[in-house]
């Protein structure tokens, strides 16, 4: 009955048997990389068992009379990380289930420590098991998870088997169409990490933005440590600031702090100032760079560090579009982000669900802003209370995750979702719980207009969504040019909102193949896409509270929507780069008007 039960639970929407804790920063504890070749076994009808036998119990044959219908040790092999979709001819457009498996010994072992299988991320839904054992299940595609291990590990011939299923469902998020590709698989790092046996779990800091303007401003945040028994006290220390600050810690295993500091540098774009931070407690010590900041708004004014900023953005899907696969790595987070500095840009968004942990920490080097967002998006069923649940689940990771990034400004709840009571409702919800873990960062979304399509022949266009009565910052998306009309009715147009609240453009822009070149009426040419920004930028520009823009997109980008013959061929073409690195027309006129703001 066991494994009936197990079968059964890997389909459902489940998050986890047990509730683990959260492991921030994976790459700063003593770990073991388990990246690399995985065997794997396909499941393409989602049984979780082949020949009647549960593929996680790493069935072999006993004897040449046993009967057997699968073999890891004859399989063929996945990279770690990585899409199976892009290593694979034959799984280009496969979903179903896939189950991994990765052999590993621990010689060094120590009863004194705790053991996880930390995943960056696997998608959609995972079912992690060790030794024939089942640790639990996550659903999300784009968000780590951990499960303990220390009562299962061994010195010798441990196996890991994580069966991920990449099947959209409707009760999903996102639900079952999205505009970009579905890569299937573990498509992040997967760690081995070794703790005390109680160790700091989570951190939390941040810059007091009502002490911005003293002469010592405070950081405030809060320490969880995880374990049965907790020290008295934890210890913050920022050796540049000469803190060295003592946490009382609380029976439950939590601490809140509150330092005052002097001399403190601002991070910004300008100046993208990290500070060494570590966290004692007990026998374990994490050290992580930090920078601080404030976010804030006044009016129609967005503000960094209390002064007025504008957000020269771009908008990004987390690929490599070089070798066609989720980014996951430093340097497919340098590439990316390099191309958005040279661009002019200050600012990226990270569409439509959370990237790899990589590119929020090159972006607290490089001095980029960043916009966040989960993929509440179309399709998403509204009225379903465990979706929401999901919502907030997916949303607590994420922030979990990214809560100590500076160059993290928004959270955004939303893109181009149709109001209805019930979505309303849905969205506030996300918004409240959002507001509860994180009031230091701003929250928007891309919300619709009131006009009745793109293309019509009204002057005014609104920006009226229920939704923004929840957010700090208004934003929307609008293709006039592309999905309706022409490049030049761009002129007529008059573009405003009745909140007194800052304005992004949060996606604009149109198609066009690299290196196909004709007149700038001609569709799907370079000189088409050059002609549509330069008249959307015009109109834009004019918006009275104007505090950024996020074209769409930086990057050529796969989709199977997009399926024109020998122009699209899978790929978005909307991208100012193109698939192989190449600049288009479009991309010179974007920064020109950057490096004019």
């Known amino acids: 009955m066991r494994k009936i039960i197990v079968i059964v639970l890997f389909f459902l929407p489940i998050i986890g048997l047990a509730q683990e804790p959260f492991i921030q920063h994976a790459d700063g504890r003593e770990f073991t990389s388990l990246n690399g070749k995985w065997k794997y076994v396909l499941d393409p009808y989602e049984q979780g068992q082949i ?40 799984l280009s457009y496969y979903e179903g289930s896939i189950w991994y498996r990765k ?240 661009l002019g840009c200050n600012f990226i968004r990270l569409a439509h669900y959370p990237h790899q942990e990589n590119i929020l920490r090159a972006a607290d080097k490089m001095g980029i802003l ?22 907030k689940q997916q949303y607590s990771e994420v922030i979990n995750r990214d809560y100590n990034r500076a160059s993290s400004i928004i959270w955004s709840i939303a893109n181009e979702t149709t109001p209805t009571d019930a979505r309303n409702a849905f969205l506030g919800a996300v918004a409240d719980h959002v507001r509860s873990m994180d009031d230091t960062r701003l929250l928007s979304a891309a919300c619709k207009k009131d006009q009745p399509g793109d293309g019509n022949k009204e002057k005014y266009y609104t920006i009226n969504d229920p939704l923004m009565k929840y957010l700090d910052v208004v934003s929307f998306n609008e293709y006039l040019g592309w999905y309706g009309g022409l490049p030049d009715e761009c002129r007529e147009k008059v573009i405003s909102s009745d909140e007194d609240k800052p304005i992004i453009v949060s996606e604009f822009g149109g198609g066009a193949l690299q290196g196909f070149h004709a007149d700038s009426l001609t569709r799907w040419s370079e000189e088409f896409q050059e002609y549509l920004y330069h008249e959307s930028i015009s109109m834009f520009d004019k918006i009275e509270g104007l505090a950024g823009m996020t074209p769409w997109i930086l990057v050529d980008f796969m989709s199977p929507l997009r399926q024109l013959p020998d122009v699209q061929d899978g790929w978005n073409r909307k991208g100012l780069i193109s698939e192989k690195g190449y600049k288009k027309k479009a991309f010179f006129v974007l920064q020109e008007y950057y490096n004019s703001k």
């Open 103 to 342: 052999t590993f010994d621990k010689n060094d072992l120590s009863k004194n420590k705790r053991y996880f299988v930390y995943v960056g991320a696997a998608n959609y839904m995972s079912t992690v098991t060790l030794n024939g054992k089942v640790l639990g299940i996550h659903e999300g595609g784009f968000t780590p998870f951990a499960f303990e291990i220390t009562d299962l590990i061994k010195e010798k011939d441990n196996f890991l088997i994580i069966g991920v299923n990449n099947t959209r469902i409707k009760d999903g998020i996102p639900a079952q169409v999205t505009d970009w590709f579905n890569h299937g698989g573990i498509t992040r790092d997967v760690k081995l990490i070794e703790v005390p046996k109680t160790f700091v779990s989570n951190y939390f800091l941040a810059l007091d933005k009502n002490t911005l303007h003293s002469k010592t401003r405070e950081i405030s945040g809060k320490l969880e440590l995880n374990g049965k028994s907790f020290p008295e006290t934890a210890r913050i220390v920022i050796p540049e600031l000469n803190v060295s600050e003592e946490v009382t810690v609380n029976d439950n295993g939590t601490g809140n702090f509150t330092i005052g500091v002097k001399n403190l540098e601002l991070w910004s774009p300008e100046n993208p100032k990290l500070y060494k931070v570590s966290i004692e407690a007990g026998k374990d010590k994490v050290t992580d760079q930090i920078g601080f900041r404030t976010i804030e708004t006044q009016g129609k004014k967005i503000l960094l560090n209390g002064e007025e900023i504008f957000l020269r953005g771009i908008s990004l899907h987390d690929e490599n579009p070089l070798r066609a696969d989720r980014a996951n790595s430093v340097e497919d987070a340098n590439l990316v982000v390099g191309w958005a500095k040279e």
């Open 51 to 90: 020949g009647f036998m549960p593929v996680y119990e790493n069935v072999k044959q006993k004897d040449k009379s046993d009967r057997v219908e699968y073999s890891f040790d004859d399989a063929q092999t996945l990279w770690v990380p990585g899409a199976w979709d892009a290593q694979k001819t034959e």
């Open 370 to 391: 960043l916009w966040e967002e989960l993929p509440l998006y179309w399709g998403i069923d509204w009225k379903n209370q465990a979706v929401l649940e999901k919502a």
